[in-house]
Each structure stands twice: as structure tokens, then as C-alpha cells.
């Protein structure tokens, strides 16, 4: 008995050689002495380690030898170890047999602790199955169990699995509320957590935290092959695979997907194994192996995997398969497997159904019936909207789009073929930065959220106090990183808004009477080296080549690098001189790619620019040769329309806000100078310029305007920030406004950039203020000299006040001070207006 107990928590700990040297220990005392039920009840125990091992037809005969000779309540707890490890093998019909007959005895014996486990084994084979209501109700039932022994750490896997289920069924902020309640326990208890891990990679990469879910796979992966948990690192791996595949490693993806399979097929899991072929599959399309062999895998795949419980790879494997033999022009045989998979389109999970509006609208193009295939494809992309407003956070909302991605490009790939500039205007504003259309929604535990922020600016004054005056700050940043961990995990946890109904991008009539005398121009990229613009001008849009998006991304580099030499001024006259005529050099060749194929049409009339990609860091009034045009930058149009509206529908007045963080050269002189421009003003400067303050200050403003240094987090955008005297003020410590202002001036480096996701979805400073309600955000893209934005911005506020549009007044401005000194040249040159303008 000692001997199996040292097993049973060698087998926790997840020592499962030890576990095994202790039950077989146990086993060859039992048999010595002939204690046939005690050597009996170790196989029981052995069974399932081994399984765990990835042994399964070693722990189904050791559990048949044992089955000999137990009877009662534990014959009854070795039917239910008996029946996981079939549900491990995908005898699933089997394995809730045996549930079911183990139950009846277990509950007969008044056995809460067995049944507690019995019910979280089964909620997980009703998971699979798609009983999604069975198995939350078995769960519930086990978690009361549990608790009713004071069994926390059982109660905890439970919570872990209610977050498995509730990602089945699509349920983000929920799966991933559930994962954080129970990894509170996990960690209290030291309870080795890989195999908890594969479960939120799959979760974070159902949202497309790529980065995050990859990592998770990874670190399961080492530690599940260090303890030497064969099954479990099988799954591992298989999920390493899947997160490679989509962080576009596909020699990774294809060598983890070829491992778990060949481990699947020695255990003798065969529905696992089928699963890892699938991954395999999908490594060698993406990689771009579309040949005949690749049909024939996809075909074989697309028959097996409906079989042995795959549903959702198994329209994939369809899809693929269709696709192939497009590519080879084996279109009968295309339209059969794309038919097949569009069966699905009208139930189950949210990605099944998108996966089958999109070989939906394959089949309906490779028949010729385009105006079908877009019917399909806006059929695909109003699901997903609706999937999307049920996140509440920012990064879930951004990451989710690149799910759309296949829908979207199909969309504006028929359109570019029809030539249109109408429906291409259409199609790249369908699903263009919608993340940005709803705003954030708080977690529930706003309370907490705040309080982690203040700690997190508290640890990152003290991560600089200490580098300045050189101790050691490992310590300082750990605690950082953890501390953002928290915040983003906590975010992740608001569930959004529910159903919304999913507006259709704006017609060009309706940004026709918006734009009046400026011209919009709607950048969008068709193929890997091919830009156009589609312009809108007098109520006509046109469509126009223009240069390579390769090119211009090279050219915009140079320029951002020649601009920082000159705001930084650390070189000589020379120097300063040869930085100024590259930045004059590569602002003439982005202009002569970008808007010169455009000339005729937008003359010398102020612009709306809808950037794509890159171009989003582009700063637009350098590129310009007409001096002093208005220029306005939006996420999209359908964005720049709703700003312009909010704009004219707010009522005229309100407070100002003016302030400056710390150790920014002129920054409270240039705040004071303003405050006297506007009487009443609210003034923070020095210690009041604290970051709640701040924030506080801007609910409702009618203008602010904050001078500080700002951080562009390319790592992680939503902690972005604007230094203020007791830390950062982040894009989370934004998003808790009720009422955004109406006009933001960011007088900070980096303030205007944002991360640009799939689908154009932006993540950054100014991107938050937009989904809150602001309509203008006048920011820099690009580094600004400390002491020269001070000429650029006094001009600025005295136009904005004598009653130009900010955009307008920003470009007046720019204009008075091109001939200064480089540094103000540099700064003017660096901002740009977004939003409404």
C-alpha cells in the first residue's frame, strides 16, 4: 500500500517513470504475499499511468488483468479509469458505456469523490462529442463535488475544464476566465502545469495570439517530454504544430505535425493520428505544395476524419482539396469536394461555418456565378462580425480578423478582376480595422484592473530610477512582465457585446456628400507586389495602378530613418545636411509611387487617405508638394465617415485640457503658453499631471492637447503610453473613459503609430482613442526633437482657434515653419491628422 501510494503521487507530480517503478513494486509484494485485491488495485493504478504514457494497449491489459479480480466499488473505479483510457484511444461509443456502468455503482456506494472524477472525465467525451450543454452539466455537478470534500485542487481542474468546454463552444472571454480562476490553484498548489497549457494555446490561437500560443506549446512540449508524458506531449506537439503553421513556420509546423502522428500511431490513437495527418496536410499546402499527391491526401483526409470524430479538419481537408484541383485544373472534381464542404455552413461552431461559406463561394466562382460568390462571401464575414462583437477586448477584436482574411481577399480579388472602383472601395472597407467600430468593453473586475495599472506604473518608475543610477533591474522588469501578463489576461476576460447588427461599408454616395471638395484616397494591396488606390472625387471613384508596395516600404524606411537622424541632431552640419537630403530625396520618391499616378484627380484639393499595411507609419504631409494641404489620415472610410459625423453632431464648447509629463524640454512652457490662448483651461503640469488625473481630465473634453514623451510598444501595442509623473498612461488606462475628447493633440514621438494586424485592424494610441469616440487625433509617426515641436504647435492651436479644422490648421502650420531650422522641420514634418480631420 506504501509502495502504491509513492506511486499515486509520483503520478501527480507528474513523475510517471517513478510512478511506474513504484506500482510494479507494489504489484510483485502483492503477488508474494497473495494479496490478489491490493496487487489488483495497483494494475488499476498502472493501467492509467501507462496510458498516460502513451501505452494504451499495455494499460488496457493491465486493467483487464485486474478486472479479474476487483469487484464492487472498485471494479466500478476500474471501469471508469478503463473507460478514459478508450476515450484516449477515440472509442468514444465504448468509453461512455463504461461511464455509464461505472456511475450507476459509484453513486449506489455513496462514493462523492469517484463520481466528482468520473463526471469531469465523461464532460470532457461529451465535449467532444458536441454535447457542449451535457458536459458543462457534469462539470458543475463535479465542481459542487469536490467542493463539498474540500477538495480545491479538483475543483480546479474542474474549472479548467468548464474553460475546455467553453472554447469548444466559442466562448473566449469565458474559456479564458475559467483557465485563470483554475491556474490560481495550480500555481498555490505547485501543481506542474503543461498539460493545462495545450488547452490555452488553443485557446490564444483560436484569437490568433500567435506569439502567446506558441509559446504555451513550447513550454508544454519540454515539459511534457521531460517527465515523459507520451500522450500528452503527443497533443503537444500536434498543437506546436498548429501554432508554427500559423506564425508562417511551416518546417516547423510540418516536423511537429510528423512527430505527433507518428507517436499517435504507436499508442494506437487512431483518430489522434488521423488528426496529426491533417496538420501535416495543412503544413505542406501553406508551404505550397498543391500536387496531385496533396489531392489525394486531402480527399483521403476529408473521408477519415468525419469518422473517427473530426468534423471541423474535416471540412478543411475539403476545402484544401478543392482548392488543389482548381490549381490543377480539375474543376469537376473541385466543384464535388467544395459542394460537399458547403453543406456546413449553416450550423456549428462560428470557424466551421466560415470555413464553409468560403469553399461556398470557391464553388460558386469556379461555376461563373460571381454575384453568388459575393452573397457567400458577405455571408462568411457577417458571421464573424457577429463573432467578434462577443470579445470585449481590444487585442482579442484585432487578432480575431485575420480569421476573415480568406473571405476578405477572395472579396476584393473578384472585385480588382471586374475592374470595378465601386466594389473595390467595397470590398476593402467590408472588413477593414472593424475591430475599431465597437468600443472596448471593461472586465468585469474593473476594480482590479486599475489597482494592477497603478502597480504597473509604480514598477516601471522604479525599472528606470534604478537604471539611472545603475543597480540591477532584473528583478523590477520580472515583475513588470508579469504584471502586463496579468492586465492583458484580465482584459481577455470581458465578454463584448453581444449580438450587433452588422452594418454594410458606406456607399459612394454617402462619403461622396461627406467628403464635399476633398478628394478620398483608399489604398489597397492586390497580390504580394501590386498597390492601387481607388480615389473618390465629385462623386465619382476611379481605379489607379500605382508603385510597387515593396518600393514604397523601402523608400519609407529611408525617410523614417533620415527624419530620426535630424530630430535626434547628433551629427554635424554635414551630417544634419546629407540627413535632410535624404529625407527630402525619399519623400519625393514615395510621393512619385504613391500619389503622382494619382495627380490628375486629386490636384491641389485636401485628401482623406485610407492607408494600407506599412503605409499606416507614413508621414503624409511630407510627401505633398502643394504646401499647405490639408491632408487626413483613417483607419478606414466607413471609420473617417462615422468620425466626421460625431464631429458635426457634438455640440460646440467644453473644457480644455492641457498637459505635460515629465522630462520632456519645454514641455510645461508650451502648455502654459497654451493655457493663456484658452481662458478656463485645465492646467496639469509638475506633480497634478499624474496619470489618473490625466485621465480624468480628458472624460468629456472638448480639446486636449498633452505634451510628453510617448512609447510606441511594437511588442505589445496596447501598452503603448504617454509618460506622465508617476508612470505611464496606457492604452488600457484610456479605454476606462466614458467620453473620449473630441479633439486630442499627442505632443510625444511615436504617438500616432500602430500595430497593423490582418484586415488593416489597427492597435496603438490613436487607434483606442478612435473605438472610444474621439474624432481627431493630431500625433507624430515618426521621433520628434524634444524642443522643436513648440513652433509646430502654437501655430497650430492659433489656427484651431480662429476656427480652421484641425486638419486645416495642422497644414497651415507645417506650412509657416518648412523653412525653419531642421529640428522644427523634422517635428512639423511629423505629424499627421487622423480621424475626422
Known amino acids: 500500500m506504501a509502495e502504491r ?92 458505456e463504461g461511464y455509464k456502468r461505472a456511475l450507476a455503482v459509484i453513486r449506489a456506494r455513496g462514493d462523492t469523490l469517484w463520481e466528482a472524477r468520473l463526471l469531469n472525465n465523461r464532460a470532457l467525451l461529451h465535449a467532444y462529442r458536441g454535447a457542449l450543454s451535457a458536459a458543462t452539466a457534469d462539470l458543475r455537478r463535479a465542481e459542487q463535488l469536490h467542493l463539498s470534500l474540500g477538495q480545491e485542487l479538483g475543483a480546479a481542474e474542474v474549472r479548467h ?5 467553453a472554447a469548444r463552444g466559442g466562448d473566449v472571454p469565458a474559456a479564458l476566465a475559467w483557465f485563470d480562476s483554475a491556474d490560481e490553484d495550480f500555481r498555490a498548489h505547485e501543481v506542474p502545469r503543461a498539460i493545462y497549457l495545450v ?78 495527418a491533417y496538420a501535416s496536410l495543412r503544413a505542406a499546402w501553406a508551404a505550397g505544395d498543391h500536387g496531385t499527391t496533396t489531392l489525394a491526401r486531402a480527399r483521403r483526409l476529408a473521408r477519415t476524419l468525419p469518422l473517427v470524430g473530426w468534423p471541423l479538419p474535416a471540412l478543411d481537408a475539403r476545402v484544401i482539396a478543392g482548392r488543389v484541383a482548381l490549381a490543377l485544373d480539375r474543376t469537376d472534381e473541385a466543384r464535388r469536394e467544395l459542394a460537399r464542404a458547403g453543406k456546413a455552413r449553416r450550423r456549428g461552431p462560428v470557424e466551421m461555418r466560415v470555413r464553409a461559406w468560403h469553399a461556398e463561394a470557391l464553388l460558386r466562382v469556379a461555376s461563373d456565378n460571381r454575384r453568388a460568390a459575393y452573397s457567400a462571401l458577405r455571408a462568411g464575414l457577417s458571421l464573424l462580425e457577429r463573432h467578434r462583437a462577443a470579445l470585449g477586448a481590444t487585442e482579442l477584436r ?64 522604479a525599472v528606470e530610477e534604478a537604471a539611472l543610477a545603475g543597480r540591477a533591474t532584473i528583478e523590477a522588469v520580472r515583475r513588470q512582465v508579469a504584471l502586463e501578463a496579468k492586465i492583458r489576461g484580465r482584459s481577455w476576460r470581458a465578454s463584448g457585446v453581444g449580438e450587433v447588427s452588422v452594418a454594410s461599408p458606406p456607399s459612394t454616395s454617402e462619403l461622396a456628400q461627406a467628403l464635399g471638395e476633398r478628394v478620398l484616397v483608399d489604398f489597397v494591396q492586390s497580390g504580394d507586389d501590386e498597390l492601387q488606390a481607388v480615389t473618390l472625387s465629385d462623386g465619382k471613384a476611379r481605379l489607379h495602378r500605382v508603385g510597387s508596395p515593396r518600393e514604397a516600404e523601402a523608400e519609407l524606411g529611408a525617410l523614417r530613418f533620415a527624419l530620426r537622424r535630424l530630430a ?78 460625431r464631429a458635426r453632431a457634438r455640440p460646440a464648447g467644453g473644457h480644455v485640457v492641457l498637459a505635460a509629463g515629465p522630462g520632456l524640454a519645454g514641455a510645461e512652457a508650451e502648455v502654459s503658453r497654451l493655457s493663456e490662448q484658452y481662458a478656463g483651461s485645465t492646467l496639469l503640469v509638475g506633480a497634478a499631471a499624474r496619470a489618473d488625473g490625466v485621465r480624468a481630465a480628458l472624460d468629456g473634453a472638448a480639446l486636449a492637447h498633452i505634451a510628453a514623451h510617448g512609447h510606441f510598444r511594437a511588442d505589445n501595442p496596447l501598452f503603448s503610453s504617454l509618460r506622465m509623473w508617476d508612470g505611464p498612461l496606457t492604452v488600457y488606462d484610456l479605454e476606462s473613459l466614458r467620453h473620449a475628447p473630441r479633439t486630442l493633440v499627442l505632443s510625444a514621438c511615436d504617438s500616432g503609430l500602430s500595430d497593423v494586424r490582418p484586415g488593416d485592424e489597427l492597435m496603438g494610441l490613436a487607434a483606442a482613442l478612435f473605438a472610444l469616440g474621439t474624432s481627431t487625433v493630431i500625433a507624430s509617426v515618426v521621433l520628434v526633437p524634444d524642443d522643436a515641436t513648440t513652433p509646430l504647435m502654437s501655430a497650430f492651436h492659433h489656427h484651431l482657434a480662429a476656427g480652421q479644422e484641425p486638419s486645416t490648421a495642422l497644414a497651415t502650420a507645417q506650412a509657416e515653419v518648412a523653412d525653419a531650422r531642421y529640428g522644427t522641420l523634422a517635428a ?10
Not at 512639423?828 to 491628422?833: E, K, L, N, R, T
Request: proline share 3%.
Open 161 to 165: 475544464n468548464l474553460g475546455f468546454v
Open 5 to 96: 501510494a509513492l506511486g499515486l503521487a509520483a503520478t501527480r507530480l507528474g513523475d510517471y517513470d517513478a510512478a511506474v517503478g513504484h506500482l510494479r513494486s507494489s504489484i510483485r509484494i502483492a503477488e508474494r504475499a497473495g494479496l490478489d485485491v491490493r496487487g489488483a488495485e495497483a494494475r488499476m493504478s498502472l493501467s492509467l499511468v501507462l496510458a498516460y504514457r502513451g501505452d494504451m494497449r499495455q494499460g488496457l491489459r493491465e486493467a483487464d488483468r485486474a478486472a479479474e479480480i476487483l469487484h464492487g466499488e472498485e471494479r466500478a473505479r476500474l471501469e471508469m479509469q478503463r473507460a478514459l483510457i478508450l476515450q484516449r484511444l477515440g472509442r468514444l461509443d465504448e468509453a461512455l
Open 199 to 276: 488547452d490555452r494555446c488553443q485557446v490564444l490561437l483560436s484569437v490568433r495570439l500567435v506569439a502567446e500560443g506558441r509559446q504555451a506549446a513550447e513550454r508544454a512540449v519540454a515539459e511534457l517530454e521531460r517527465v515523459g508524458m507520451a500522450a500528452d506531449l503527443a497533443e503537444a506537439r500536434l498543437m506546436l504544430s498548429e501554432a508554427a503553421l500559423l506564425d508562417g513556420d511551416f518546417e516547423s509546423a510540418l516536423r511537429e505535425a510528423e512527430r505527433a502522428r507518428a507517436a499517435f500511431t504507436r499508442q494506437q490513437r487512431r483518430s489522434w493520428a488521423a488528426l496529426a
Open 398 to 461: 484585432a487578432r480575431v480578423s485575420s480569421h476573415a482574411g480568406e473571405l476578405a481577399s477572395l472579396g476584393l480579388q473578384l472585385a480588382l478582376e471586374r475592374g470595378d472602383p465601386t466594389h473595390v472601395l467595397a470590398w476593402s472597407e467590408r472588413w477593414r480595422a472593424g475591430g475599431l467600430w465597437l468600443p472596448p468593453v471593461r472586465p468585469p473586475d474593473d476594480a482590479a484592473l486599475a489597482a494592477d495599472l497603478a502597480e504597473l506604473r509604480r514598477v516601471v518608475v
Open 568 to 645: 535626434l541632431r547628433r551629427g554635424s552640419p554635414a551630417s544634419e545636411d546629407a540627413a535632410a537630403a535624404g529625407a527630402a530625396h525619399a519623400a519625393r520618391r514615395l510621393e512619385e509611387l504613391l500619389l503622382e499616378p494619382i495627380r490628375a484627380e486629386i490636384g491641389e484639393r485636401s485628401l482623406v487617405i485610407v492607408p494600407t499595411g506599412s503605409l499606416h507609419a507614413v508621414p503624409w504631409p511630407l510627401l505633398s508638394s502643394e504646401s499647405g494641404r490639408a491632408i487626413t489620415v483613417a483607419p478606414s472610410a466607413a471609420l473617417w465617415l462615422r468620425a466626421s459625423e
Open 828 to 837: 512639423a514634418a511629423s505629424f499627421v491628422s487622423m480621424g475626422a480631420g
